[in-house]
């Protein structure tokens, strides 16, 4: 009784060396694209001296490849779609599907066993991706914008950028629960800008890209000018707002319209008709607000100052000389 015992006791620690092997080692797991290839390579291949008389490639139970120095064995299922480089041992699968996925495990037999395992996710690449835009104008404090990112494959996460930052959450930003859309309850001018969505999975992404414009305005008006000019003078007043887009102007003079309609309001040359008080009116055609400018006295002086009194002297002259005539 005892010696079959210890026989099978040695034949055990024997097998220590030669049947337990080798580890190969591989990353826990590959991931791979539908379509694609994919290649399974040890990081700690078997020396290239050991000649092998086995190399087996499996996925689960099903034989992948098989290969002795007299023939390689390939399923019906691999036809053209693996080859094993005869140096590392490492797989190539090609023209990956979704069943592909799953455990594999390459074994080498030399005078001693090695044995790796590894598995495969497969994923479809992310294509056709669209970032969709509010259709109309975006008026601040007014309006709602939601942009909504979308694509086909697998997506395992969606990234939203604004001018190079990230765009986070806030009381007006809003995400859905799958990050495929952001509301922005209301617009605040600050939301101008440069909107990037990126639908990504291990093996691919797609990026899009969305300019949104906040209008606004106008505020802020306000004229520039003198309020002092010398008679016979050019005096150009200049009104100015804040606004998006462009404020368009009209001008009114003591209460009446002029047909002037540009930013800048030019007297080419003064009379004394023309003191009194400008007032510019700032338009903005897609918020539909106007505002009034505080109104801009100008006064047309005989003589405007002490330092040209010569100047001054002459011109009241000559204004006397001309009113009395
Ligand atoms: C594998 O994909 C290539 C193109 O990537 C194609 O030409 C070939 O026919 C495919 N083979 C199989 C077996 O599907
Ligand atoms: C991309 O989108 C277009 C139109 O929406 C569609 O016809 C096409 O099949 C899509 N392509 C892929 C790869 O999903
Ligand atoms: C949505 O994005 C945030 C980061 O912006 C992230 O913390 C969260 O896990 C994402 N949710 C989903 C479902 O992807
Ligand atoms: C404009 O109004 C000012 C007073 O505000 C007055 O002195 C001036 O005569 C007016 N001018 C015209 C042309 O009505």
């Known amino acids: 009784m005892m010696l079959p015992y210890c026989l099978y006791l040695t034949l055990w620690m024997l097998c220590i060396g030669q049947c337990m092997g080798q580890v190969l080692q591989f990353p826990d797991s590959y991931d791979g694209a539908v379509g694609e290839s994919i290649v399974f390579a040890p990081d700690n291949p078997p020396p290239t001296s050991?000649?092998?008389?086995?190399?087996?490639?499996?996925?689960?139970?099903?034989?992948?490849?098989?290969?002795?120095?007299?023939?390689?064995?390939?399923?019906?299922?691999?036809?053209?779609?693996?080859?094993?480089?005869?140096?590392?041992?490492?797989?190539?699968?090609?023209?990956?599907?979704?069943?592909?996925?799953?455990?594999?495990?390459?074994?080498?037999?030399?005078?001693?066993?090695?044995?790796g395992?590894?598995?495969?996710?497969?994923?479809?690449?992310?294509?056709?991706?669209?970032?969709?835009?509010?259709?109309?104008?975006?008026?601040?404090?007014?309006?709602?914008?939601?942009?909504?990112?979308?694509?086909?494959?697998?997506?395992?996460?969606?990234?939203w950028i604004k001018d190079n930052d990230p765009l986070n959450p806030s009381v007006s930003v809003i995400f859905s629960s799958d990050n495929r859309s952001v509301s922005?309850?209301?617009?605040?001018?600050?939301?101008?800008?440069?909107?990037?969505?990126?639908?990504?999975?291990?093996?691919?992404?797609?990026?899009?890209?969305?300019?949104?414009?906040?209008?606004?305005?106008?505020?802020?008006?306000?004229?520039?000018?003198?309020?002092?000019?010398?008679?016979?003078?050019?005096?150009?007043?200049?009104?100015?707002?804040?606004?998006?887009?462009?404020?368009?102007?009209?001008?009114?003079?003591?209460?009446t319209d002029t047909s002037v309609t540009t930013e800048k309001f030019t007297i080419e040359k003064t009379t004394l008709t023309h003191s009194g008080d400008y007032i510019c009116t700032a338009r903005n055609h897609v918020t539909d607000q106007n505002v009034d400018s505080q109104s801009h006295i100008l006064e047309v002086k005989v003589c405007i100052s002490l330092q040209i009194s010569s100047v001054s002297v002459f011109l009241s002259e000559t204004f006397k000389k001309s009113a009395s005539v």
């Open 50 to 115: 050991s000649a092998f008389w086995l190399i087996r490639w499996s996925f689960g139970e099903q034989p992948v490849l098989t290969s002795t120095p007299a023939e390689t064995n390939i399923p019906p299922a691999y036809t053209d779609r693996v080859t094993v480089d005869t140096t590392t041992h490492a797989l190539m699968l090609m023209n990956l599907t979704f069943s592909d996925a799953g455990t594999y495990e390459l074994s080498v037999q030399t005078d001693t066993i090695y044995k």
């Open 184 to 255: 922005i309850d209301p617009v605040f001018r600050s939301d101008s800008g440069e909107y990037q969505c990126t639908l990504r999975n291990p093996v691919s992404f797609e990026t899009k890209k969305l300019t949104l414009i906040i209008n606004y305005g106008p505020e802020n008006v306000l004229i520039e000018g003198p309020n002092e000019a010398g008679l016979g003078s050019l005096v150009s007043l200049y009104c100015f707002a804040t606004s998006v887009p462009s404020a368009s102007f009209t001008w009114k003079f003591n209460g």
């Open 117 to 159: 395992q590894t598995s495969l996710v497969v994923y479809k690449k992310v294509s056709n991706a669209t970032l969709i835009g509010p259709g109309e104008l975006l008026i601040e404090r007014k309006s709602i914008a939601k942009i909504t990112c979308e694509g086909n494959g697998d997506i395992t996460s969606v990234q």
